[in-house]
């Protein structure tokens, strides 16, 4: 995957974050582990079993403000409740999960 290193994209506190395909990573986390483009490399196959980025950014929103109001606005607590997320952190480890045992909308299993 490209990636785009530069100073405002994503939030600070955050290191990267993909946007239609391309990584987008701050300055100060160059170089970017294996781990965390393989975390965003599962975000582009969400957005794939999505049917594109649109679909997948809007069930990205949806499943974030349920989590808010679940959580009461804890915003980390909603953050790590999105299914993309929970998939993507269980599976970062594992180099070849996308290549090798990933199922098409594998991130519904964390719904
Ligand atoms: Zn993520």
């Not at 599962?42 to 809007?58: E, M, P, S």
Request: glycine content about 4%; aromatic content about 20%; proline content about 3%.
């Amino acid at each position: 995957m490209k990636i785009i290193y530069n100073s405002f994209i994503p939030f600070k506190g955050f290191s990267a974050m993909m946007l239609c395909g391309v990584i987008f990573a701050r300055r100060e986390h160059r170089p970017l582990s294996a781990t965390t483009i393989n975390h965003e490399a599962i975000h582009r196959a969400q957005a794939r079993d999505c049917g594109g980025y649109l679909w997948f950014y809007l069930r990205y929103l949806w499943f974030w403000l349920r989590g808010l109001v679940k959580y009461r606005f804890d915003n980390k607590k909603a953050y790590h409740s999105i299914p993309f997320e929970r998939e993507a952190y269980a599976y970062e480890y594992r180099l070849e999960y996308i290549t090798t045992c990933r199922q098409t909308n594998a991130w519904k299993n964390f719904v």
